[in-house]
């Protein structure tokens, strides 16, 4: 069973950064899509990118540029470096991770397992 565990969040000006981790355990499959998700108070989650086992990545357009995902299989973890914040981008912010199959990784109907998600709050 895949584990997840994010942490790295925390309140930040606009304009700042944030690195957000997600420790990963328990994957069997090692064709993959580790994606982040973020979820704002009332609104529905919402895809933020994705970064496929072959290194491909793809993103929101509301954070292309902004943010990037990485990942150190050495330590089993993704990361995900939030540049340039902006108040908008507050929200828990979740780490995901499927299978790489035909469907989408934009739909969260998509994923095997989740983490508990992290805080990001960006004042104004």
């Known amino acids: 069973q895949v584990q997840l565990v994010e942490s790295g969040g925390g309140l930040v000006q606009a304009g700042g950064s944030l690195r957000l981790s997600c420790v990963v355990s328990g994957r069997t499959f090692s064709r993959y899509v580790m994606s982040w998700f973020r979820q704002a108070p009332g609104k529905e989650r919402e895809f933020v990118g994705a970064r496929a086992w072959t290194g491909s990545t793809w993103y929101a357009d509301s954070v292309k540029d902004r943010f990037t995902i990485s990942e150190d299989s050495t330590k089993n973890t993704v990361f995900l470096q939030t540049n340039r914040l902006k108040p908008e981008d507050t929200a828990v912010y979740y780490c995901?991770?499927?299978?790489?199959?035909?469907?989408?990784?934009?739909?969260?109907?998509?994923?095997?397992?989740w983490g508990q998600g992290t805080q990001v709050t960006v004042s104004s």
């Open positions: 995901a991770a499927k299978r790489a199959d035909s469907s989408s990784a934009r739909d969260t109907q998509a994923y095997d397992a």
